[in-house]
């Protein structure tokens, strides 16, 4: 049985105080059980965050890492000091990061690793650009994508990690994939984890749907028999939305 998960990605939104105030609003909200909700705040809003959602239950995410513990690597951050601040998820591969920072589905599959060294639960972002969709190569796509990003991890972990398939051309332009195109990629997605692993491996993965998901739309992605939640950016932001989203999860 696995249990949805709904993640929040700010991307580059809200101060600390923004965050405080958004924590504000949901603190005293009773989040229903059988969904989990992760909050992916930027790394400046993280210690606020992580702070305040401690002991609820609410979890925090990073959206980027470097996979080295340390050393000269100006502007970044490590698996090490995400966990001491009490990160449990950090996106890794979504395709702004691609498209505009060069990630690799190498570099990310050396974050996954890195992540999982230190017990932080990456969520991996895969999905395929218009034109590739339109010529047929979703498929091709997504398999490359998970096949190099899970490459050498134990089947211990991939059971514990979240993949996030966001359709490149549904992320934030109002466009969403069918429910049942979502869930085929997603089935079809599992299958590869199955042929890469097992079926009670491929089984225990959280497979998400992203892309313009919102609160009027989230209950039909959710429906879906192999879709187990949803990576959301724009409407998280909000956290009446927010909550909404959790609710229809
Ligand atoms: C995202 O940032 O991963 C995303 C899916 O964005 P949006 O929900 O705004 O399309």
Redesign the pocket.
Known sequence: MRIPIIAG?W?MHKTVEETKNFWDTVKNWQKPSGVEAVICAPFTALPALADAARNSEIGVGAQNVHWEREGAFTGEISPVMLKQLGVGYCIIG?S?RRAYFAETDEAVNKKAKALFDVDIVPIV?VGEQLEERENDETKKVVKRQVTQALDGLRSRDVKRLVV?Y?PVW????GKTATAEDANDVIAYIRKVIADLYDQQVANEVRIQY????KPDNVERFMAQPDIDGA??????LDPASFRALVEGG
């Open positions: 990605n991307k979504h702004e972002c996030a966001e549904a992320i934030g332009t992203g892309g313009s998901v990576l959301v950016g724009g409407a998280s």
